[in-house]
């Protein structure tokens, strides 16, 4: 009787390290994924900033209603604003 006591024991403590192992495999898989999303997502604040900010710039020409902006210039700004 103690000896399958003993032995259901030491199952039970083989099963739970094994589970730990799992758990902190998955954990690290996590930690990653989640670094690289945030790296991502902060790169695309970054985009959307400069989207934002070349859109300020061109409204404000456009307001302006100023004769030596060209077209050229204005779509420069646009194909500059896409790259950023």
Do not use: P, Y
């Not at 024991?9 to 192992?21: G, M, T, V």
């Not at 495999?25 to 900033?49: A, G, Q, Y």
Request: glycine fraction near 2%; charged fraction near 25%; proline fraction near 0%.
């Amino acid at each position: 009787m103690i000896g399958i006591l003993i032995s259901l024991q030491i199952n039970n403590w083989n099963e739970a390290k094994k589970l730990n192992k799992e758990e902190l495999i998955i954990l690290t898989h996590l930690n990653e994924d989640f670094k690289e999303n945030k790296l991502m997502l902060e790169e695309t604040i970054n985009l959307e900033r400069n989207v934002i900010s070349h859109s300020k710039a061109l409204i404000n020409i456009l307001q302006t209603k100023n004769a030596d902006v060209s077209s050229d210039f204005v779509i420069n700004c646009v194909v500059k604003g896409a790259k950023s």
